[in-house]
């Protein structure tokens, strides 16, 4: 079974306008999740927690785009 996990993290930035951290030390890791609908409710959370500050963003990566899911998998890839 293919899994799709998202990883939810946030943290200041250093402008609002471009997307690099004030401090990589601070981010906040929300958590990973097995979906994007989980992903997308932890991270409107913790959006909405954070709006009264313009620094603060939070974003979802999408895990399963870093790895080649067609080819076969290492031993220590395989969990179940």
Partial sequence: MTQRLHLVFGGEL???ARNVFKNIEDL???????????????WKNEAQRTVDNAHMRYFIAHLHKL?????????TEELG
Avoid: K, L, M
């Fill in 14 to 16: 250093t402008d609002p």
């Fill in 28 to 42: 906040h890791i929300v958590g990973i999740f097995p979906n994007y609908a989980t992903a997308y409710d932890a």
């Fill in 67 to 75: 790895r080649d899911e067609q080819s076969a998998a290492s031993p």
